[in-house]
């Protein structure tokens, strides 16, 4: 896997002219290796007489037979035995069927390098210590959701004062406190260290909502931020529009909108999407994007809505270097005024509605028990 630790030590994390050759061989090297090590993927690149010592330019991997998410939720697939899988992450499941993955050390230290890189690019490493208000779960022995254990590993970019669980494990399942987090609003407004919120944009949301009914109005201490994460279909779960939630951030918190930073990822497509100043998704050296017809999977040009096709060569646990979402969006390559030269993915919506709405009820039912 030499070319794939080259592609995660790239200091040109939005350049993709600079990284597009690389990105190719470690893609080749990833297809080659999986194509060894896990004998249904070798079949299913059979099937489609695909063979990956083949590759040799990018439109070979709009031939590469990609995967649906919806594959790894119902097959176990793996490269890598599994006493060599360190961590195990599931996908927030709503309707019960999820997918397993497992991490092992090559992956795993590819993502610490990853992290580094764009958390450096984003600033959002900081010597100074934070109070972390976390709008999520408490993590536990036995909650293994990528979700959880993503916003807890988001408490490391600065080092923790104090971190307060918005969902906290209860004697009946997860509760929501309430209590715990306006008190926690309150100290972290007056203390002179910032203040930092991680969380589904659904819960923040509601949370602010609530807030401002109440009239509470802080002005937190300066760096505070609100980050803003947890798989994809949140994103569509809450029916906000951006500007609006912008706003409320302002004037609940005190916190400026070039201070809000929105991620995103999958457990089965692990890598870290953070937005830029403009908000835009820029898609960073470590993966690349296909829109595709949903009617024959046939690329689309830039600027077109299709299914989004998610590729990256970081996974040697699970052949996951090629995965359909089922979710819905469009490539800009239009200048962005933030300077990053990668085009940017827009997440424009759901295929299945279902999800949607399990997801959104789901939200709800926390917050009404609070
Ligand atoms: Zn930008």
Sequence with gaps: MKYTRQLFKTKDIYDPEKTDGLFLRAMKENAIFHDHHCEEYRRILEEFDFRPDEIKGMEDLVQLPFLPMLYFKHNHL???????QLIKATSSGTSGSMSRIGFDLNTLLLGKDMVIRVGKYHRLWSVK?????????????ENKTAVSKTAYGFTFFAPARSRTFALEKGRSGYELRWDRVFQAMEKAS???FPMRTIGFPAYTWFLLKEMEKKGIRYRMPPGSMVTLGGGWKQFYAQKVEKEEFYQLVEKV????ESHVVEFFGAVEHPILYTDCCCHHFHIPAYSRVIIRNPDDFSPLPDGQPGLINLLTPMMQSAPLLSVMTDDLGILH???CPCGAKAPWLEIIGRVGIRDIVTCAA?????????
């Design 78 to 84: 793996q490269s890598v035995p599994e006493k060599k």
């Design 129 to 141: 210590p934070v109070n972390y208000i976390i709008f999520g779960y408490e993590p536990t022995r």
């Design 190 to 192: 007056k203390s002179s």
């Design 253 to 256: 918190l005190g916190i400026d």
């Design 333 to 335: 390559r239009e200048k």
């Design 362 to 370: 789901g939200a709800e039912e926390y917050l009404q028990k609070g």
